[in-house]
């Protein structure tokens, strides 16, 4: 009987001991937030490492020497950035004597969008993928972690999960869905005539703020147009996170590295920005990230955030647009409620069956939020 082939995964702190090439040769080139160059430019920056409460503790899984497998993991001191909230399962941990931090965090830092976390080569990827699991739950118990958690991963990831010992959660997002519209009043064509009208008064409305908006991408992103978005990225940081994730050095790399990957949303007047929308492009979505203003101005957040995105996504055949978490405003705007997953692994077996209970409850509220949600949307019922 042929002996198993002989995977070996170790760990890294710093994503630039690892080549590039090796890096996204595991990626699906749909997503870009698990490319080399963006988690890179989140190190190089310090908006992760040092002081942060996110450590990063990649795991590398080589057969034979080559890299066949990745997973993007950090050692957490908090819960901060993550979007899956374990807040309540930490004081309840430690209400009960336990330490909850640091625990072990697969993920992509401050982005709640969905993509692989089991990064593979596609002719290894089961075997990578239950070696990174494997070797990040003994990681965790060996170093009495309390916990391990793998969230915004993919139907699939979320599926095998429980496989190898790790609790499902569910959670919501809004996206919207491309229908495969030749424009945007195709899209609109297909809503209720109440909210039909209410968007096209609500895009009027946000168009009369006194000046123009524009998309920018790749070379058309200029410096200049990132010292505007830090005022705005700054302004929204302080009063949602109370500090932003981000350090102002990310946006100077995001300038060399990643404007290709970028869709900067722009409202000026006057001579100068005023608000701005953050989104990143993928293979198939558009990802919207951060959003900011220097004036308040009716309905330009909607038009910047949303239905800008939309313009862009129909213009470029992109199949969806994922509009961050959280905001059942989305609804109205033609973003369908949409199931985000996550998986998690406990160490402390009393504490895990308590908190599998909770997540058996809240999948079924989850499930039923979403059907109603569903029921309720912006598009035409059949008989309208």
């Given at each position: 009987?042929p002996?198993?082939?002989?995977?070996e995964?170790?760990?890294?702190?710093?994503?630039s001991t690892?080549?590039?090439?090796?890096?996204?040769?595991c990626?699906?080139?749909q997503d870009?937030?698990?490319?080399?160059?963006?988690l890179?430019?989140l190190e190089?920056?310090?908006?992760?490492?040092?002081?942060?409460?996110?450590?990063?503790?990649?795991?590398v899984?080589?057969?034979e020497?080559e890299?066949?497998g990745?997973?993007?993991?950090y050692?957490?001191?908090?819960?901060?950035?993550e979007?899956?909230?374990?807040?309540?399962?930490?004081g309840?941990?430690?209400?009960?004597?336990?330490?909850y931090?640091?625990?072990?965090?697969?993920?992509v830092?401050?982005?709640?969008?969905?993509?692989?976390?089991?990064?593979?080569?596609?002719?290894?990827?089961?075997?990578?993928?239950?070696?990174?699991?494997?070797?990040?739950?003994?990681?965790?118990e060996?170093?009495?972690?309390?916990?391990?958690?793998?969230?915004f991963?993919t139907e699939?990831?979320?599926?095998?999960?429980?496989?190898?010992?790790?609790m499902?959660?569910?959670g919501?997002?809004?996206?919207?869905?491309?229908?495969?519209?030749?424009n945007f009043?195709?899209?609109?064509?297909?809503?209720s005539?109440r909210?039909?009208?209410?968007?096209r008064?609500?895009r009027?409305?946000a168009?009369e703020?006194g000046?123009?908006?524009?998309?920018l991408?790749g070379?058309?992103?200029?410096p200049?147009?990132?010292?505007?978005?830090w005022q705005?990225?700054?302004?929204t940081?302080?009063?949602?996170?109370?500090?932003?994730?981000?350090?102002?050095?990310?946006?100077n790399i995001?300038?060399?590295?990643?404007r290709?990957?970028?869709?900067?949303?722009?409202?000026?007047?006057?001579?100068?920005?005023?608000?701005?929308a953050l989104?990143f492009i993928g293979?198939?979505?558009?990802?919207?990230?951060?959003?900011?203003?220097?004036?308040?101005?009716?309905?330009l957040?909607?038009e910047?955030c949303?239905?800008?995105?939309?313009?862009?996504?129909?213009?470029?055949?992109?199949?969806?647009?994922e509009?961050?978490?959280?905001?059942?405003?989305?609804?109205?705007?033609?973003?369908?409620?949409?199931p985000?997953?996550?998986?998690h692994?406990?160490g402390d077996?009393?504490?895990?069956?308590?908190?599998?209970?909770?997540?058996?409850?809240?999948?079924a509220?989850?499930?039923?939020?979403?059907?109603?949600?569903?029921?309720?949307?912006?598009?035409?019922?059949s008989?309208?």
């Amino acid at each position: 009987m042929p002996e198993s082939p002989q995977i070996e995964v170790s760990v890294i702190g710093d994503i630039s001991t690892i080549p590039a090439t090796d890096w996204d040769a595991c990626t699906d080139g749909q997503d870009p937030f698990t490319t080399h160059r963006f988690l890179l430019a989140l190190e190089e920056s310090g908006s992760v490492g040092d002081g942060t409460g996110w450590a990063p503790r990649h795991l590398v899984a080589r057969l034979e020497g080559e890299i066949i497998g990745l997973m993007p993991l950090y050692a957490k001191g908090h819960s901060q950035g993550e979007y899956v909230f374990d807040h309540a399962w930490a004081g309840a941990y430690e209400r009960a004597g336990g330490r909850y931090y640091p625990k072990l965090q697969c993920a992509v830092p401050f982005t709640p969008a969905t993509g692989r976390r089991l990064l593979a080569k596609s002719e290894h990827s089961e075997l990578a993928s239950g070696a990174l699991l494997t070797s990040a739950m003994q990681i965790a118990e060996e170093n009495h972690v309390s916990s391990f958690h793998i969230t915004f991963c993919t139907e699939a990831e979320y599926t095998h999960g429980p496989k190898y010992g790790l609790m499902q959660r569910t959670g919501q997002q809004f996206h919207w869905e491309n229908d495969g519209y030749a424009n945007f009043d195709a899209f609109l064509a297909k809503l209720s005539s109440r909210k039909r009208k209410m968007i096209r008064k609500e895009r009027r409305l946000a168009q009369e703020f006194g000046g123009e908006i524009i998309q920018l991408t790749g070379d058309q992103i200029q410096p200049e147009h990132w010292d505007a978005f830090w005022q705005f990225y700054q302004d929204t940081g302080a009063r949602k996170w109370g500090t932003p994730y981000l350090t102002r050095e990310f946006f100077n790399i995001a300038q060399q590295t990643l404007r290709d990957d970028i869709l900067l949303v722009l409202a000026k007047r006057d001579g100068h920005y005023i608000a701005g929308a953050l989104n990143f492009i993928g293979g198939e979505t558009l990802f919207g990230r951060y959003w900011g203003c220097a004036e308040d101005h009716p309905y330009l957040h909607f038009e910047l955030c949303y239905y800008q995105a939309i313009d862009y996504a129909i213009a470029h055949r992109l199949a969806r647009v994922e509009a961050g978490a959280q905001g059942e405003h989305k609804l109205a705007r033609g973003y369908m409620p949409s199931p985000v997953y996550s998986l998690h692994w406990i160490g402390d077996e009393g504490f895990e069956r308590a908190v599998n209970q909770f997540l058996t409850d809240e999948r079924a509220a989850v499930d039923e939020d979403i059907e109603f949600l569903a029921a309720i949307g912006p598009f035409k019922k059949s008989g309208d």
